[in-house]
């Protein structure tokens, strides 16, 4: 069973609009919570790494938030653009693991114009 | 610098042939991941190296798969026999040994069709 749940698994929204992506762990405990952003045809690409201390975290139009309490990560798009269509990666470290990092299944954004 | 540098970017084989995709870190890194990617099952790491050194290869699905490191620069994922369930993205990422915060960065992968 994967450890890290992500949803919607997909999502479309018209440009310009906001959007929340969220993300539900089990990994426990856990060294950091990532999100990725991923291109059609190409690799992942870090968004934001936040340990868990961290709160939120933000990276231009994009701000991850983190609940450790209730294991629970969101990332918020704003004003979204065309070029934000892409699939969103959630991705959790686990400690002591070397670089052992657990991934959920993405959410699959397009945004239209 | 030029990232993580994969090849070839696409592969189209048949069943029962032997692949091998390659796969160079960004300079100064020193781990090395192989992951696989399909729409079924998402991103699954299935190797990685510290300083050249295989330290968990448990991801590896099958003994038809091995990856080789021989040296800082250059790392090889081989496939033999390859089979059409094999046909996947293939990821390899690099990063600094931070065991604590470190980005891995990721190359632009290969995609692997059997036939």
């Known amino acids: 069973k994967n450890q890290v749940e992500q949803s919607p698994q997909s999502l479309i929204i018209l440009e310009g609009k906001n959007c929340t992506l969220q993300?539900?762990?089990?990994?426990?405990?856990?060294?950091?919570l990532r999100w990725y952003k991923q291109d059609t045809g190409r690799g992942p690409v870090s968004l934001t790494i936040?340990?868990?201390?961290?709160n939120t975290k933000s990276n231009g139009r994009y701000t991850a938030t983190l609940d450790a309490d209730t294991k629970q990560s969101s990332l918020h798009i704003t004003a979204s653009q065309l070029s934000d269509s892409a699939s969103y990666i959630c991705?959790?470290?686990?400690?002591?693991?070397?670089?052992?990092?657990?991934f959920g299944g993405g959410t699959r954004l397009m945004v239209k114009p | 610098d030029a990232g993580v540098i994969q090849s070839p970017r696409h592969e189209v084989t048949e069943m029962g042939q032997e692949v091998t995709l390659r796969c160079k870190p960004i300079?100064?890194?020193?781990?090395l991941f192989w992951y696989r990617q399909t729409m079924m099952r998402g991103l699954e790491l299935l190797i990685y190296?510290?300083?050249?050194?295989?330290?968990?290869d448990s991801g590896m699905p099958e003994d038809r798969f091995s990856a080789k490191m021989p040296n800082a620069s250059f790392s090889t994922l081989k496939i033999q026999p390859s089979e059409p369930r094999d046909s996947a993205v293939y990821f390899c990422?690099?990063?600094?040994?931070?065991?604590?915060?470190?980005?891995?960065?990721f190359g632009p992968g290969t995609r692997l069709t059997v036939l």
């Open positions: 990422a690099s990063s600094l040994r931070d065991p604590s915060y470190n980005e891995q960065f």
């Open positions: 993300c539900n762990y089990t990994v426990s405990p856990f060294s950091n």
């Open positions: 991705v959790v470290r686990i400690p002591g693991a070397g670089n052992m990092l657990t």
């Open positions: 190296f510290n300083n050249n050194v295989p330290i968990d």
């Open positions: 300079s100064g890194h020193n781990s």
């Open positions: 936040m340990t868990f201390s961290e």
